[in-house]
């Protein structure tokens, strides 16, 4: 298993190409079981999780082509309808292809996720909004079982946000007979995102980027072209990074406009941040300023961002009070943080951070993705060599980390 052995202690200066984002391409990806024409893909990124994605839509039928950045898929003699758990295990997002092959194969056998390292992450609002859609569903042997003729448009109203919730009722309701209307939606630029992918194949989608969905079910959809948006959590992290660790960071190919509330923090933190239409420039010249941090979903404070501003504040002037809403076990990095001298307390969904003047290099384990950005940046600010162990967490997540770390001037090396 890959480690990364990090010497920290040097400021960051350079510039960065954001990749693709994860959590707008898995989704994009399981929407081309709603054509049987090819959905040709730019801009997605190479992780484990894509890759994934990729194996499992290969398993049901859909023939897919990688050639860098670009991926083709053509779910016209789509064969199976059934997402094993060897896949799903490995990746909750899994549950994405619920939606869709319901919806125009009028059969799913998706196996049940289960819990994971942060949280119980039910999905029982995806099963009632398919229910609401007339699909019969059904736990058997650990996998949800979906049936319906063809699905109706119906009012759903979700009991929480949720990201991927929102996204297999809108991908599912776009072949549905009538109109849906999804309440209490996610507005996650990724769910936009998908919404101009499916219009692109033909969808009927309105109200995306806000908490009403409406979506007026057609025959079938066609093949399309879609370029996925700029990952907002990889820009994010990085600039998190140069913000703890000082010097002078530019981001290419970032979609600023959607990242407001790291942004916010950011300058809390007392980071100088320039931006314009696809760029950001950071520059921290100064020890950072803890902040407090409270998770929501978006526009508020992604959860995804939670760990790498409690790094950020681990090393910060004063105290920092971090506030975690959306899963109730996304702390893990906490305890390894300690590892490197951090000075945190945990009570419940909160963690209070007292910034210690340095951190100093030790062996930590990464535990989940987002877990794992938070020790790179911690390590990256450590005096000494840190060992982060487990960092295919990291791969599942971040394109090129390492390269993309190294040019700009950090210390980082993979050791297999
Ligand atoms: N929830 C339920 N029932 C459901 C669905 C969700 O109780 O049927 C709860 C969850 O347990 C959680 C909350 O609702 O407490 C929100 O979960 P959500 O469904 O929004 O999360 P998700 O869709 O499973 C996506 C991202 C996550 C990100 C969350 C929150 C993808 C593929 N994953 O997950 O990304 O943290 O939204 O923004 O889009 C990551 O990239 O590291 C990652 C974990």
């Known amino acids: 298993m890959d480690k990364f052995r990090i010497l920290g202690g040097a400021p960051l200066a350079g510039r960065v190409e954001v990749s693709g984002a994860k959590n707008a391409a898995l989704p994009i990806l399981c929407a081309a079981l709603l054509a049987p024409e090819a959905l040709v893909l730019e801009n997605v990124p190479q992780l484990q999780d894509v890759g994934t994605t990729l194996r499992l839509l290969g398993r049901l039928g859909v023939k897919t082509a990688r050639e860098g950045a670009r991926v083709t898929l053509e779910a016209a003699a789509v064969d199976s309808v059934e997402a094993p758990y060897d896949l799903v295990k490995t990746m909750r997002a899994s549950i994405l292809v619920l939606g869709p092959l319901v919806a125009r194969f009028g059969e799913a056998r998706v196996s049940l996720p289960g819990g994971c390292a942060i949280g119980q992450r039910p999905v029982d609002q995806h099963i009632k909004g398919l229910q609401a859609m007339g699909a019969s569903i059904e736990i058997e042997h650990g996998y ?49 995102d998908l919404a101009a992918a499916l219009v692109a194949m033909g969808a009927r989608i309105e109200g995306a980027g806000s908490d009403r969905i409406v979506v007026r079910g057609v025959e079938r959809l066609h093949g399309a072209r879609h370029r996925v948006m700029a990952d907002r959590i990889e820009a994010g992290t990085f600039l998190a990074a140069a913000a703890a660790a000082g010097g002078e960071i530019t981001l290419t190919g970032a979609l600023p406009d959607a990242m407001d509330a790291t942004l916010d923090k950011l300058r809390e933190a007392g980071a100088v941040i320039e931006t314009g239409a696809d760029w950001i420039r950071l520059a921290m010249r100064a020890r950072p300023r803890a902040v407090n941090v409270r998770t929501a979903p978006y526009p508020g404070f992604a959860t995804d961002m939670q760990a790498q501003l409690m790094a950020l504040n681990t090393v910060a002037e004063g105290t920092g009070v971090i506030t975690e809403t959306i899963f109730e076990n996304r702390f893990m990095h906490a305890l390894e943080l300690q590892r490197l001298g951090a000075d945190i307390t945990i009570e419940g969904n909160t963690a209070v951070v007292r910034g210690v003047p340095r951190l100093s290099g030790a062996t930590v384990m990464a535990t989940d993705l987002r877990a794992s950005a938070g020790l790179v940046i911690a390590a ?29 001037g950090a210390r980082v090396e993979r050791v297999s």
């Open 144 to 192: 949800v079982v979906a049936k319906a003729s063809r699905l109706r448009g119906a009012r759903v109203v979700t009991d929480m946000v949720t990201v991927t919730g929102t996204e297999n009722l809108m991908m599912a309701a776009t072949l549905a007979d009538g109109e849906t209307v999804i309440e209490n939606a996610a507005r996650e630029p990724e769910v936009v």
């Open 380 to 408: 990256l600010v450590a005096e000494g060599e840190t060992v982060i162990e487990r960092i295919y967490h990291l791969d599942r997540g971040y394109e090129g980390m390492e390269r993309k770390l190294a040019a700009l």
